[in-house]
């Protein structure tokens, strides 16, 4: 954000949206949510995360020996990414990045999204965030709901491009 000028929009997917939500530039104009999470003051992200039951093809998260939470390779296809190539999903596995566990259960700060304008883009049929949970935030952060199907599930940005575009293209 230092290099850039003028008004910035945030967008986060996914884990990113608990890291959006804890930026404090006061250029930072408004927060997009791509089914994203989006805990409020108080909260782990893995109180969000679990807040209901998981869908049955969640793939269950763990640390590994390092205090490191990868998404399990074979996650891409069942849950992350269930209708994307092979070719894809391979390399969402290979690229990915992993988070501490500490990332997602210590409580948060307050979020940004009680102070400026946000937007969510709810995916339908999501595996990783199940859609009752991403909707239950948009509303308590009273954020602009999309009016998009999103039938892509939890890799919006990589297999629904466009709609995508379309939820970041609305906000200021």
């Known amino acids: 954000m230092d290099r850039t000028e ?8 996914a884990y990113a949206g608990a890291v959006i939500a804890l930026a404090r530039p006061e250029r930072v104009k408004a927060l997009v949510y791509v089914t994203a999470l989006a805990p409020d003051e108080g909260e782990k992200v893995a109180d969000v995360f679990y807040r209901l039951e998981p869908h049955p093809q969640a793939p269950k998260l763990a640390p590994d020996n390092n205090g490191l939470i990868w998404l399990p390779e074979g996650a891409f296809a069942t849950a992350f990414a269930q209708n994307a190539s092979a070719e894809d999903c391979a390399v969402l596995a290979a690229v990915q990045r992993p988070i501490s566990l500490s990332c997602i259960t210590l409580p948060v700060g307050r ?11 709810v995916a339908e049929e999501d595996r990783m965030i199940v859609p009752e949970t991403q909707r239950y935030m948009a509303e308590r952060m009273k ?18 491009p466009l709609s995508t575009l379309s939820a970041r293209q609305s906000a200021p």
């Open 143 to 160: 954020a602009k709901i999309r009016a998009l199907t999103v039938v892509t599930r939890r890799a919006s940005p990589l297999q629904q």
């Open 6 to 13: 003028g008004p910035i929009v945030l967008a986060g997917h």
């Open 111 to 121: 979020p940004l999204w009680k102070d400026i304008p946000s937007w969510f883009l």
